[in-house]
């Protein structure tokens, strides 16, 4: 799967642990996420599976 999931992380779960559950959710190891937050903020949280990982190189050198 090639993609660009908007996850909206709840209190509670890292970042790490959001790419972890999409991970075994989709079977695929190619998962990563533009940006960490802090597992007790909730929030917006990009993660781009298989070839969107490329893309997202694009998002992180970009200014917020």
Same mark, same amino acid.
């Given at each position: 799967?090639?993609?660009?999931?908007?996850?909206?992380?709840?209190?509670?779960?890292?970042?790490?642990?959001?790419?972890?559950?999409?991970?075994?959710? +989709?079977?695929?190891?190619?998962?990563?996420?533009?940006?960490?937050?802090?597992?007790? %903020?909730?929030?917006?949280?990009?993660?781009?599976?298989?070839? %969107?990982?490329?893309? %997202?190189?694009? +998002?992180?050198?970009?200014?917020?």
């Amino acid at each position: 799967m090639n993609g660009i999931l908007v996850v909206n992380k709840p209190k509670g779960y890292t970042s790490r642990d959001i790419v972890n559950i999409i991970s075994k959710k +989709f079977n695929t190891k190619k998962v990563g996420h533009t940006g960490t937050l802090d597992p007790l %903020a909730e929030g917006v949280l990009v993660v781009p599976i298989g070839r %969107a990982l490329k893309i %997202a190189e694009l +998002f992180i050198k970009e200014r917020k």
